[in-house]
């Protein structure tokens, strides 16, 4: 199982962090992705983080803005968002799927339930 957490309001140039905790002894094995979607609109990748956290892809939207890392350990994957805009409101969510990592919410498996972030001019 997967749990995003970490959202709220914030105001345009503001930072975020969003968490991901799983449950299950396998998670080490797994890629954790980020997607995104906004109202009326639909999901788009943010991003991506392979098992072992030496492969990580960006969507094209958040390129240079944000960052993804994992803890194995804690079984936790944390999407860092800087100069946030307003268009960067949606609600997120966190998806895991092995082997590798993939920018298509199909491929993934397993999701958590979506954590929503509003960013206001």
């Known amino acids: 199982q997967l749990q995003a957490s970490g959202g709220g309001l914030v105001q345009a140039g503001d930072s975020l962090r969003l968490s991901c905790a799983a449950s299950?002894?396998?998670?080490?094995?797994?890629?954790v992705g980020w997607f995104r979607q906004a109202l009326g609109k639909e999901r788009e990748f943010v991003g991506a983080?392979?098992?072992?956290?030496?492969?990580?892809s960006y969507g094209d939207s958040v390129k240079g803005r944000f960052a993804i890392s994992r803890d194995n350990a804690k079984k936790m994957v944390y999407l860092w968002m800087n100069s946030l805009k307003p268009e960067d409101t949606a609600v997120y969510y966190c998806?895991?799927?092995?082997?590798?990592?993939?920018?298509?919410?199909?491929?993934?498996?397993?999701w958590g339930q979506g954590t929503l972030v509003t960013v206001s001019s």
């Open positions: 299950g002894s396998t998670f080490s094995s797994y890629a």
């Open positions: 998806a895991a799927r092995t082997p590798g990592i993939r920018d298509i919410d199909f491929e993934y498996d397993y």
């Open positions: 983080i392979s098992s072992s956290g030496g492969s990580i």
